[in-house]
C-alpha cells in the first residue's frame, strides 16, 4: 500500500512562486512509482496537473506547461511540484498520487493511493 502527504500548500500573490513536497512509502518501493499531481476546485472534477514515471518521462496539462516543474528525488522518497509565475486560476487544492501507471497514449492513470491534499491559493 502506497501512502503519500503532501506539504508547501500556502497564499501567494500572483505571478509568484510556491513549491510543494509529496512524501511517500514504502521507502522500498519508491524508485519504482510512477507519480502523479492533481488538482481539484470546489464542484469540480480532479485534474491531472503533472506527473513522472520512475524513469523520470515526465506530463504537463498544457495549462501549466512553461511554469510547473514536477520532479522526484528517490534518496527521500520525495517528489515536488515547482510552481512558479501562478495565477489566480491555479487555485485550488493540490493532491498527491502514487503508484498510477502512464497509458499507451502517455497519459498518467491514478491508482487509488491519494493524499488529503494542500490548498494553494493565488490572490492579491
Known amino acids: 500500500q502506497v501512502q503519500v502527504v503532501e506539504s508547501g500548500g500556502g497564499l501567494v500573490l500572483p505571478g509568484g512562486s510556491l513549491n510543494l513536497s509529496c512524501l511517500c512509502s514504502?521507502?522500498?518501493?519508491?524508485?519504482?512509482?510512477?507519480m502523479g499531481w492533481y488538482r481539484q476546485i470546489p464542484g469540480n472534477r480532479r485534474e491531472l496537473v503533472a506527473a513522472?514515471?520512475?524513469?523520470?518521462?515526465?506530463f504537463y496539462a498544457d495549462s501549466v506547461k512553461g511554469r510547473f516543474t514536477i520532479s522526484r528525488d528517490n534518496t527521500k522518497n520525495t517528489f515536488f511540484l515547482e510552481m512558479n509565475s501562478l495565477k489566480p486560476e491555479d487555485t485550488a487544492v493540490y493532491y498527491c498520487?502514487?503508484?498510477?501507471?502512464?497509458?499507451?497514449?502517455?497519459?498518467?492513470?491514478?491508482?487509488?493511493?491519494w493524499g488529503r491534499g494542500t490548498q494553494v491559493t493565488v490572490s492579491s
Open positions: 514504502p521507502e522500498s518501493m519508491f524508485s519504482l512509482y510512477h
Open positions: 498520487n502514487g503508484g498510477g501507471y502512464f497509458s499507451g497514449a502517455g497519459s498518467y492513470v491514478p491508482s487509488t493511493y
Open positions: 513522472i514515471s520512475s524513469d523520470e518521462r515526465r
